[in-house]
């Protein structure tokens, strides 16, 4: 398809500049993505190995710190141990330190002490019988509490100090109103935990240890206490402890102010939550037993935690698998997940107590500024994006414009020459050469050159003008000139085809002549033979027929009738045969002339069955009788030829009529064409019974419009054509036949042929194979031209033994000569 | 003595007929009259007759026939026997032909259709005249 120089100009300005230009900003785009990818990525790995390292350093400096806090605690403990020992074994070196205190006997039967002295509640189990010398372990014990006071004053850890003995009397720093309420009515000390986890059995090394979480009976909540034994000699005095609560872990321990919101939470060595906080019970799905509910019952056993705050024996198995990896000692810091959230769980031991301190840090608080910034890279690229979008829809604008301008520029002058152009090609006189300078150097030499052409060309064309002015009146006189010739030429033609009319018709006198001349010299010979009779046998007759005799009358009547009745269907040569017999038969009759009798006999149309005739024949006159029969029935014989050769000669007549029939109108009228070629064979019978056998394949053919003189003209001369070709002796086959709209005369004749060569020639005009003066040359090319005036053709075809003319006509044409 | 025979050739039945006609007419049982239709025929017709020791006097033949025509048919007829007495009776005829029927058959006389009967029985008899 075409396209204007503008749009092609447009088109490939701007693709080429658009395609750079978006081809850069998306890379741009593509690399900025990228870049911001890979980095968040390596910030990411960095980050988390940094985040591993620094919660594992603080992990191990909160661990070494409760250690050592727990250590001090244990410190404390060793002692109050060493005091306390010193205590039983001497108690009377001990004072009263409050002075001494009011004892009651509670309703529960408990012994207790009743009012606070800044000091410690006592209590004793209301099982143990107040001896003189539980009494003074009461009392003297109270020497005990400064130092409890000051445990407890300066270590922000510790809730409270006790002893419990094994005479399960209680002594308890700060002190409790109501303690025998509080505590009930009896205490069996080794039921519980904080006892005897330091006795004997569990701990023979004498050292502090520290129990597992439980309830404290003296109402302070979940508890764990860091407890030594104390010995007198080797009898257990008693149980020392001191009391830190879960809460108080949790407030001062666990609430550390860690980086990454990180959390810090505390499990024993079976896995016990010993203390955690809120935000980590919620990513393990717990609730921490921290609050504590203390029933009207006072209880006799230590009560723990249950199984559920077990770590390892979480519902949720996942978490215990990965649990189960830092449990074992494997490593010291997991990727951790739980309850959908992607955390770091980092542990430390903690030597004194074989606990675990456990750190839980959501990485996503760990990637958050990570990710912050990462959104804000993308935010950066998007609007990137969005500026792009605005800069490229601006940049195309200016570029179309630009675009355009620059088409504008170099297809406006070459638009306007094409212009120019046109103009030129519909009228070279009208141009007008318009001078216009145009900013592009090429095209403004275009325009000038194309200016100058078109100086040169209406010079040129005027020229011509003037040169086609003179030559029309040339043509003009020319054209008179050679019209006057072709008239000239055409009468030529007339007379030249009227000439080859005549000289057919010569040829065809020759055989009409013979076809007239042989009925009429039958008509004047039997004319004559009538004559003859008239005169000479008419008037002997009555004298004959009185020389008869009756039967002879009879005989010569019944001779007479058969001879006029019959009509001779033989050849000359069959009554040749007949007579011969007949000549024998008459012979053995003993006829005389026999010869000359059957000859007349057989010429009267009697060839046999003589037998009726015999008294006839031997009769002394049969000569007589013979004779007279012959003539008369040679009067009829006469008339029948006459007849026979006038039908023969006015046929001859009409058919030389019909070919001779001029129509001067000059109209086509219609006629049948089997007529015509039936004519011309007629004319040419004579030629034909040489030693033609004429084979004719007629369709029916309707009527068609024509010049039948004409067209005559075209049989005789392919007849006769074909005639000569065959030397009068072959076959002459006519096909007439329906084809479409046309007619198709074919004639077909087996002489020698006609080589391909001379085919190409037959139809020129004053070609002729035949010796000169026998054919003018123009037989054929006059039969096309009549063809071609009917709007028909002709066409030839031949091989040795068959030559064939075919001539096809339209059945109704409208072309006019 | 046997008969004498005055033949005719013609293609045309009309003619044949005529001819005898006028020949009976003339010369009554004088002659024995024979017929042919065409050349081949009549050739045939003169082997036979010979052959029957019948002595063939004239021949009248027509020009234009079928197969071959009458100036060599005569000239073959002359050549075999020379002394019979021909005619050739023609509706038309070619100069050329009755020129070369002249010179090589050595007719006697051509004679044109429509021939006039004296004219035809007048030159049969100065035929005879001569042998």
């Known amino acids: 398809m075409n396209k204007s120089l503008k749009a092609i100009i447009n088109k490939h300005f701007l693709t080429s500049s658009l395609t750079v230009v978006f081809t850069v900003g998306l890379v741009l785009l593509v690399l900025y993505f990228g870049i911001s990818a890979f980095i968040t990525t390596k910030t990411m790995n960095m980050l988390l190995f940094e985040t591993k390292q620094n919660i594992s350093e603080i992990a191990y400096r909160e661990a070494q710190n409760i250690n050592q806090q727990l250590k001090k605690i244990s410190t404390f403990a060793k002692l109050l141990q060493s005091e306390h020992q010193r205590f039983f074994e001497n108690p009377e070196r001990f004072g009263l330190p409050h002075g001494t205190p009011e004892f009651a006997v509670a309703d529960n039967g408990v012994f207790y002490k009743k009012n606070d002295n800044s000091g410690s509640s006592l209590y004793y189990s209301s099982t143990t019988k107040i001896t003189e010398q539980a009494y003074q372990k009461a009392l003297k014990t109270e020497a005990f509490d400064p130092l409890f006071q000051d ?42 935990n904080f006892y005897y986890e330091a006795d004997t059995k569990h701990n023979p090394k004498r050292v502090p240890v520290w129990t597992d979480t439980y309830l404290d009976p003296a109402g302070q909540g979940w508890m764990l206490s860091c407890i030594v034994p104390i010995y007198n000699g080797d009898f257990l005095e008693g149980v020392t402890g001191i009391d830190v609560t879960i809460e108080k872990f949790v407030d001062n321990i666990l609430k550390l102010d860690l980086p990454w919101q990180a959390s810090a939470f505390l499990v024993n060595k079976e896995g016990i939550i010993l203390a955690m906080p809120e935000k980590v019970e919620a990513y393990l799905n717990l609730k921490e037993l921290k609050a504590h509910a203390y029933g009207d019952d006072t209880f006799t056993t230590t009560i723990t935690k249950p199984e559920a705050f077990n770590l390892l024996k979480n519902q949720d198995k996942a978490i215990v ?72 829809l601006g940049f195309v604008l200016y570029l179309i414009k630009k675009s355009h301008h620059l088409s504008n520029q170099i297809s406006a002058p070459i638009a306007n020459l094409a212009h120019l152009s046109s103009e030129m090609v519909s009228n070279m006189k009208t141009v007008e050469v318009k001078q216009i300078n145009y900013d592009i150097d090429e095209v403004s030499e275009l325009s000038n050159n194309f200016n100058t052409m078109i100086i040169h060309l209406k010079e040129l064309f005027a020229n011509l003008e003037e040169a086609r002015n003179t030559l029309e009146i040339k043509v003009q006189e020319r054209t008179r000139e050679l019209s006057e010739a072709l008239e000239y030429l055409k009468r030529t033609q007339e007379e030249l085809v009227q000439s080859e009319k005549m000289a057919a018709l010569g040829q065809l006198v020759a055989g009409i002549a013979h076809e007239i001349n042989t009925p009429l010299g039958a008509i004047r010979s039997s004319v004559g033979n009538i004559a003859k009779f008239l005169e000479q046998t008419l008037e002997q007759l009555p004298q004959f027929f009185d020389s008869l005799s009756k039967e002879q009358k009879q005989d010569f009547f019944a001779l007479l009738q058969t001879s006029l009745q019959q009509k001779s269907l033989f050849s000359v040569k069959e009554e040749r045969k007949f007579k011969r017999t007949l000549t024998r038969q008459l012979e053995e009759h003993e006829i005389k002339n026999a010869a000359t009798m059957a000859t007349k006999l057989v010429s009267m149309g009697i060839y046999d069955q003589i037998d009726t005739m015999l008294p006839l024949l031997k009769a002394s006159n049969s000569a007589e009788m013979i004779q007279t029969a012959y003539k008369l029935s040679g009067l009829q014989k006469s008339t029948q030829n006459i007849s026979i050769a006038t039908e023969r000669a006015s046929k001859v007549v009409f058919a030389l009529k019909n070919f001779a029939r001029f129509d001067t109108s000059g109209e086509k009228v219609q006629a049948n064409l ?92 004053f070609f002729t194979t035949k010796p000169p003066g026998e054919g003018s040359g123009l037989g054929l090319d006059i039969t096309r031209k009549i063809i071609e005036k009917h709007e028909g053709q002709i066409t030839v075809s031949s091989e040795p033994g068959q030559t064939n003319f075919t001539v096809f006509l339209p059945i109704s044409h409208t072309g006019e000569q | 003595m046997h008969q004498a025979v005055i033949l ?124």
């Open chain 1, 674 to 765: 089997i007529d015509g070629i039936e004519t011309v064979l007629t004319l040419y019978h004579s030629q034909l019974k040489q030693g033609i056998e004429v084979i004719r394949h007629y369709a029916e053919l309707p009527q068609v419009d024509c010049y039948p003189d004409e067209l005559n003209q075209v049989w005789t001369n392919l007849i006769h054509n074909a005639l000569q070709a065959m030397s009068y002796k072959g076959t002459l086959q006519i096909d007439a036949a329906l084809q479409d709209s046309k007619v198709l005369i074919s004639i077909t004749d087996s002489g020698t042929g006609i080589s391909d060569e001379i085919q190409a020639k037959i139809f020129e005009p």
């Open chain 1, 151 to 192: 445990i407890v004053t300066h270590n922000p850890n510790v809730v409270q100090v006790y002893i419990n003995t094994y005479d399960d009397m209680n002594r308890l720093y700060p002190f409790i109103e109501n303690v025998a309420d509080q505590y009930g009515s009896f205490l069996n000390m080794e039921e519980f």
């Open chain 1, 321 to 392: 698998a990965q649990l189960n990896k830092l449990f074992s000692g494997q490593t010291d810091m997991i990727d951790f997940t739980a309850s959908g959230h992607n955390l770091i769980l980092s542990q430390k031991m903690i030597d004194e107590t074989g606990w675990r301190l456990l750190f839980l840090v959501d990485k996503k608080i760990v990637f958050k500024p990570i990710f912050d910034l990462k959104s804000q890279v993308h935010q950066i690229g998007y609007f990137i994006i969005i500026f792009m979008i605005f800069f490229y």
């Open chain 2, 8 to 131: 005719c050739v013609d293609d045309e039945r009309v003619i044949l007929d005529s001819l005898e006609r006028q020949l009976e007419d003339a010369f009554g049982d004088d002659y024995l009259y024979e017929f042919a239709e065409n050349a081949e025929d009549a050739l045939e017709l003169i082997d036979e007759l010979n052959e029957e020791g019948l002595n063939i006097i004239v021949i009248i033949s027509d020009w234009l026939m079928p197969g071959i025509k009458g100036d060599e048919f005569l000239v073959r007829v002359h050549n075999q026997f020379p002394k019979i007495f021909t005619i050739l009776l023609s509706g038309q005829a070619d100069d050329d032909a009755i020129e070369r029927a002249k010179q090589q058959a050595k007719i006697h006389s051509c004679i044109y259709k429509p021939w006039s009967e004296e004219e035809l029985i007048e030159t049969i008899k100065q035929g005879l005249k001569t042998l």
